[in-house]
């Protein structure tokens, strides 16, 4: 008799590994599917990052390591965070993990008790609402449009504090809009916390150096609230290293601390090999992947031109990471005479079916009037994917 726990019962599956593996379930039948589904970098690797993982190997670095992450790894990323970030994190104040979302729920883990409160802007990344569930919190969501691109003011995140408030998690480049809070934008965000001193937040900053206009900033870096600030990073997007699966964190020490305790329990420490790949991605200056952002640019142009000549569709300029997040709501209740658009999941799948495009529902995302697409991907398929969505979109009404 199957007995599966209440916990993995009431655990969602991934939207993007969902949709992804669809797309690759028809591609298999011979389906000409695009694939825009999945938040990874078409690139490949750089060169000398591959180089330090086969030093790595020669060196017979295949030994347990330390949990929190080699010492050597963990002094390259604090150097990392002051150079890029001004960020004084020391080495006991960081701890690598198996992928950033592993360092996510490490955190969140580690904080949240049954029926604690974490908020959440939304649009959020898929992951952050299961996690908090997972460890018995209840997501609080934070609502903003593509009218105010998708950004949050501490008006808001006051208006839904209770006294069981605990948390925040946030992305900045955001996955899925592509936001991106300037420092002004986040003193503000930063004068909640400095006026609620129990709560306090992740700022996900995976998409650093991903960041198309201005500079990226932390939140981490006003003083009055540093201590209330999980900075979390890794090597996976800016790097195109999303298979080594390395993400760290910097935190306040009694977090760091108890997120080590924690994953000396799941997993120890993070594969040895990529630990050493990682440290050579860390020490090296941004500019040199300067050319995957410059592409990435590229194709948002391309891909905002595309998008703005299909009708119905609402669109923004995104200012990081490599997603936009139209807003379909135009489209709902439209047929094809065999399919009904009712929400933004029936889209993503008619999309998927009729025009062999794979999306992402905005619902999974908090989204629910938009879906997501990334254009990590050549500037070709873009082209051919904009065609096909247009001429699908325009089969409704």
């Not at 002051?82 to 996510?104: C, E, F």
């Not at 500037?379 to 247009?390: G, Q, S, T």
């Amino acid at each position: 008799m199957e007995q599966l726990s209440e916990r993995i019962l009431g655990l969602s599956e991934s939207a993007t590994i969902a949709m992804s593996q669809k797309s690759r379930e028809l591609q298999n039948q011979g389906v000409d599917v695009i694939n825009l589904s999945l938040g990874e970098p078409d690139f490949n690797t750089p060169d000398f990052v591959n180089d330090a993982a086969k030093e790595g190997i020669d060196q017979n670095f295949t030994k347990y390591m330390p949990v929190p992450g080699y010492l050597d790894l963990r002094q390259a990323i604090s150097k990392k965070f002051k150079r890029d970030n001004n960020l004084a994190y020391s080495v006991d104040q960081i701890v690598v993990s198996t992928g950033a979302k592993q360092s996510i729920t490490n955190v969140v883990l580690c904080l949240i008790n049954e029926g604690d409160e974490v908020l959440l802007p939304a649009p959020y990344w898929v992951t952050y609402a299961e996690i908090v569930k997972l460890a018995g919190g209840i997501p609080v969501f934070v609502d903003a449009g593509i009218d105010v691109d998708f950004k949050i003011t501490a008006e808001q995140l006051q208006a839904k504090t209770t006294r069981n408030t605990k948390l925040m998690i946030y992305s900045s480049p955001c996955n899925p809009t592509g936001t991106v809070y300037t420092k002004n934008e986040l003193r503000g965000i930063a004068n909640y916390f400095a006026e609620n001193k129990g709560v306090n937040v992740i700022a996900d900053e995976i998409y650093e150096h991903i960041t198309f206009e201005g500079k990226h900033e932390s939140l981490a870096q006003f003083e009055d609230i540093y201590d209330q600030v999980i900075t979390i990073n890794g090597v996976s997007k800016a790097f195109a290293m999303t298979g080594w699966r390395v993400g760290y964190m910097g935190a306040p020490l009694w977090i760091a601390k108890a997120c080590s305790k924690m994953q000396g329990q799941f997993t120890s420490g993070t594969c040895s090999i990529s630990q050493r790949a990682a440290k050579a991605a860390v020490e090296a200056h941004p500019k040199e992947t300067r050319y995957m952002t410059e592409a990435f640019d590229r194709r948002r142009k391309l891909a905002h031109g595309l998008l703005s000549e299909i009708p119905g569709l609402k669109i923004n300029m995104p200012q990081g990471a490599f997603y936009f997040f139209p807003d379909v709501s135009s489209y709902f209740g439209k047929s094809d005479g065999k399919s009904t658009i009712n929400n933004s999941s029936d889209l993503s799948l008619y999309l998927l079916t009729q025009a062999n495009v794979a999306l992402v529902t905005g619902d999974a995302f908090g989204g629910p009037n938009c879906i997501r697409f990334s254009y990590a991907a050549a500037d070709d398929l873009l082209i051919e994917a904009m065609a096909r969505i247009k001429t699908a979109l325009a089969k409704l009404n």
